[in-house]
T-cell receptor
């Protein structure tokens, strides 16, 4: 079974630009969560999508947005990039069927975004 | 404010030593606690704990949860250099503002 796939693996963007990152979850997984990881802040939750609906949202500005498609693939978009957005963006998928279910979350390799 | 605190922040041991990593938490309506190992990029899933007192074990690694005292420990026996990594603890709750809240991790270095 293929794991969680994130593309691209590396990205360099200029301040003010926008970027779109992609995540393909494990086959059959319907929950996709996004995290930002920086050396100073650790792993910070961005948002979670389940069956094309945003179910949870972290404390990030509106420049960070996401969506999920009917095949469970998810994208996150960051507009008007700032230097502080440089980070490793990780996506995790879960097999959760209901919000109350406890299931493991499996991570992709991440996208390393550098804003210059 | 919901939070997860891991200790120690870093640890250096020699091969063969046993280590205990700690994770304490305060979350809204606890659901589960997960442990991950992160070496380069993707955190690798280790354990998920939902019930108190039931030890999860995988080879030289084991973990247990105490829901009364709000903490979990991860034990690694007979450490090897390949165990060198950052170990992350994540807790799931129902606050609506996160899926899992992560601790800052414990950086373990095992010397040959």
């Amino acid at each position: 079974k293929a794991g969680v796939t994130q593309t691209p693996r590396y990205l360099i963007k200029t301040r003010g630009q926008q970027v779109t990152l992609s995540c393909s979850p494990i086959s059959g997984h319907r929950s996709v969560s996004w995290y930002q990881q920086t050396p100073g802040q650790g792993l910070q939750f961005l948002f979670e999508y389940f069956s094309e609906t945003q179910r949870n949202k972290g404390n990030f500005p509106g420049r960070f947005s996401g969506r999920q498609f009917s095949n469970s693939r998810s994208e996150m978009n960051v507009s008007t990039l700032e230097l502080g957005d440089s980070a490793l963006y990780l996506c995790a998928s879960s097999a959760q069927q209901r919000d109350s279910m406890n299931t493991e979350a499996f991570f992709g390799q991440g996208t390393r975004l550098t804003v210059v | 404010e919901d939070k997860v605190v891991q200790s120690p922040l870093s640890l250096v041991v020699h091969e063969g030593d046993t280590v205990t990593l700690n994770c304490s938490y305060e979350v809204t309506n606890f659901r589960s606690l997960l442990w991950y190992k992160q070496e380069k990029k993707a955190p690798t899933f280790l354990f998920m704990l939902t019930s108190s007192g039931i030890e999860k074990k995988s080879g030289r690694l084991s973990s247990i949860l105490d829901k009364k005292e709000l903490f979990s420990i991860l034990n690694i026996t007979a450490t090897q250099t390949g165990d060198s990594a950052v170990y992350l603890c994540a807790v799931g709750g129902t606050s609506g503002t996160y899926k899992y809240i992560f601790g800052t991790g414990t950086r373990l270095k095992v010397l040959a």
